[in-house]
């Protein structure tokens, strides 16, 4: 198993731009997470997702938007890029009947 | 609401031993998670307590205490690549969802 799977690893976006993160997993898992953390500080749940069709805002979901069309994947969208999302993000899954969270290695964005 | 609270940074001596503490308060509590998290990576599963008590897991164990709200992860025989962020993370509600803490730095020193 691949687990939790992100891209891309790194990536620098102009202000106004738009970028989707991808997340996957091979798990099967119906819960997943969209997490942003800022330098020495917490994860910030934006959006996350019970099962195929279904998703929900976190703490911080302005700026962002999700779909989950499969129980694979769970895209994060950013349009009109803003130098406040410079931040690491980080997808998790989770099994249902267990709270531990699995995570992605993370993608590093920057706004400029 | 919700809270959780431990110590923002602690130094150890490799071979010693350290303790971080944890206090929340959650509504709906499922258990509690502690992860670890090196520098620019993500973090990764460390233990899980549901009821009082305490797990041990090699070097590490977790103790929790539902009725004070506190838990704690202890960490034997430091090593340095035990440098890492602490994060508690009591699991509350319906809704699976975690609640994370700011996590504690930990350096170790040779």
């Known amino acids: 198993n691949a687990g939790v799977t992100q891209t891309p690893k790194f990536r620098i976006l102009k202000i106004g731009q738009s970028m989707t993160l991808q997340c996957a997993q091979d798990?099967?898992?119906?819960?997943m997470y969209w997490y942003r953390q800022d330098p020495g500080m917490g994860l910030k749940l934006i959006y996350y997702?019970?099962?195929?069709?279904?998703?929900d805002k976190g703490e911080v979901p302005n700026g962002y938007n999700v779909s989950r069309s499969t129980t694979e994947d769970f895209p994060l969208r950013l349009e009109l890029a803003a130098p406040s999302q410079t931040s690491v993000y980080f997808c998790?899954?989770?099994?249902?009947?267990?709270?531990?969270?699995?995570f992605g290695p993370g993608t590093r964005l920057t706004v400029t | 609401g919700q809270n959780i609270d431990q110590p923002t940074e602690m130094t150890a001596t490799e071979g010693a031993i350290v303790q971080i503490n944890c206090t929340y308060q959650?509504?709906?509590?499922?258990?509690l998670f502690w992860y670890q998290q090196h520098a620019g990576e993500a973090p990764t599963f460390l233990s899980y307590?549901?009821l009082d008590g305490l797990e041990e897991k090699g070097r590490f164990s977790s103790f929790l205490s539902r009725s004070k709200g506190y838990s704690y992860l202890l960490l034997k025989e430091l090593q340095m690549k035990d440098s890492a962020s602490y994060l508690c993370?009591?699991?509350?509600?319906?809704?699976?969802?975690?609640?994370w803490g700011l996590g504690t730095s930990l350096a170790v020193n040779p």
């Open positions: 998790a899954s989770q099994e249902g009947l267990s709270y531990e969270q699995y």
């Open positions: 798990m099967n898992h119906n819960y």
């Open positions: 997702s019970v099962g195929a069709g279904i998703t």
């Open positions: 959650t509504s709906g509590f499922n258990g």
């Open positions: 307590n549901v």
């Open positions: 993370a009591p699991a509350a509600g319906n809704n699976r969802k975690l609640i």
